[in-house]
């Protein structure tokens, strides 16, 4: 079963607006990952956070941990028409295995 | 960046019939390899853990038999996909940890592929 679970399932934004994801998960981590998958391609790493961080910025992304409530929210600001993909929390569980969230479909309208 | 490379992207084949698909690290050495399957707009399940030089290990669910892994060096994995049914059709991606043991760091894929079985 899936460690995350994603909210929303899909967002449709105009270009130039932030996109905001959410990813609640059950059990203690001692990171969390975000992905992104372009439609029929392979993921790619976005950004990691550690546990005792609360807050991490990539260029135009803003992630947060809230590990008191098993949260994390994806942020992206400025959108564009490239930022069109599926985004993916993950968590590592036993044997260090990423567990992926049910992901957020992300359509940037230009 | 560490390079995942995987082959082929796409595949059609005839039921009964098998599949093998290939992913190596091209400038990394993996000893720990992840293999997922994605159905449409859906996420990825982790099948199975190929491990360099040992069995691989199976989640819960999928059949050994029917998915054979084989870790044959430090640079490449491969899945088999035996007796394929149109069930098997699905997008297949493998990863790669890039650094000792499995490691919960940062993953990197495989640009998947896609099998289709008629």
Aim: a positive charge; glycine letters at 8%.
């Amino acid at each position: 079963s899936q460690q995350g679970e994603e909210d929303p399932q899909a967002l449709s934004i105009q270009e130039g607006e932030n996109a905001t994801m959410n990813c609640s998960y059950k059990t203690s981590i001692n990171n969390l990952q975000w992905y992104r998958q372009n439609s029929g391609r392979g993921l790619v790493h976005l950004i990691l956070i550690r546990s005792n961080e609360r807050e991490k910025h990539s260029g135009r992304l803003r992630v947060t941990l809230d590990t008191s409530k098993k949260s994390s929210s994806l942020l992206i600001t400025a959108s564009r028409a490239a930022d069109t993909a599926s985004y993916f929390c993950a968590t590592p569980g036993a044997g260090n295995k990423l567990t992926f969230g049910g992901g957020t479909r992300v359509l940037v309208k230009p | 960046g560490a390079v995942v490379s995987q082959h082929p992207s796409w595949v059609i084949c005839k039921s009964g019939t098998s599949v093998k698909i290939e992913c190596r690290s091209l400038d990394f050495q993996a000893t720990t390899m992840f293999w997922y399957r994605q159905f449409p707009k859906q996420s990825l399940m982790l099948m199975a853990t190929s491990n360099e030089g040992s069995k691989a290990t199976y989640e819960q669910g999928v059949e050994k038999d029917k998915f054979l892994i084989n870790h044959a060096s430090l640079t490449l994995s491969t899945l088999t996909v035996t007796s394929a049914h149109p069930e098997d059709s699905s997008f297949y991606i493998c990863s790669a940890p890039r650094g000792l043991g499995a490691g919960a760091g940062e993953l990197f894929f495989g640009e998947g592929s896609r099998l289709t079985v008629l």
